[in-house]
């Protein structure tokens, strides 16, 4: 045997123990890692195993006398309870002490009102262009003319109910009919 050989020979259990090392270690690790798994996005159905997928295509394949049968051994082996069938009228007595319940609750006092300007007296269009300007901020005459001659129109929503009768007490004095939501 040559030196070169010699060196190999004496060298290979050293090389051989560190790609075992390596070899177990790459195992361990594949074992150790699971597979990562992608959340479904919502909206989406989840992905179903193959064996109730399986399971679901036949029982959608049975008929109805199949069905029951099925139903019947399922309560059994599970000791489920038969459930009462509701009787068609029993959906309208349901329903009957939920209007009751309604009733019982006080009803909601509104607390923010609506002023719409539905028409106006032509004789008086000026003084109410001039009533506008003056009752709603950031007009001036022409922005006020166009808005009296767009009627029906709000003239200003979600305010309290002694606002909404002021203003409407001011725009009626010069000839706007209005009405309060």
């Known amino acids: 045997m040559n030196s070169v050989s010699v060196r190999v020979f004496r060298h290979l259990p050293i090389q051989w123990r560190s790609f075992s090392r390596c070899a177990l270690l790459r195992q361990e690790v ?15 159905d989840k992905p179903v195993s193959p064996k109730i997928e399986k399971i679901v295509s036949e029982i959608t394949n049975l008929n109805l006398l199949e069905v029951s049968e099925l139903s019947q051994v399922l309560k059994k082996r599970l000791n489920l309870p038969d459930a009462p069938m509701m009787p068609m009228g029993g959906f309208a007595m349901a329903a009957a002490p939920a209007q009751e319940e ?5 009803k909601t006092v509104q ?3 609506t002023v719409k300007m539905t028409k106006f007296d032509d004789k008086q269009k000026v003084a109410l262009i001039k ?4 009752l709603l901020e950031g007009f001036n005459l022409v922005q006020a003319k166009k808005f009296v001659e767009s009627v029906p129109t709000v003239v200003k929503a979600d305010i309290s109910k002694d606002e909404a009768e002021k203003l409407k007490e001011a725009l009626s004095k010069v000839g706007a009919i209005i009405e309060i939501e």
């Open 111 to 113: 607390t923010n009102f």
């Open 131 to 134: 009533e506008v300007k003056s």
């Open 30 to 44: 594949a074992q150790a890692t699971t597979p990562l798994t992608i959340p479904v996005p919502e909206g989406m």
């Open 102 to 106: 309604e009733e019982a609750t006080p």
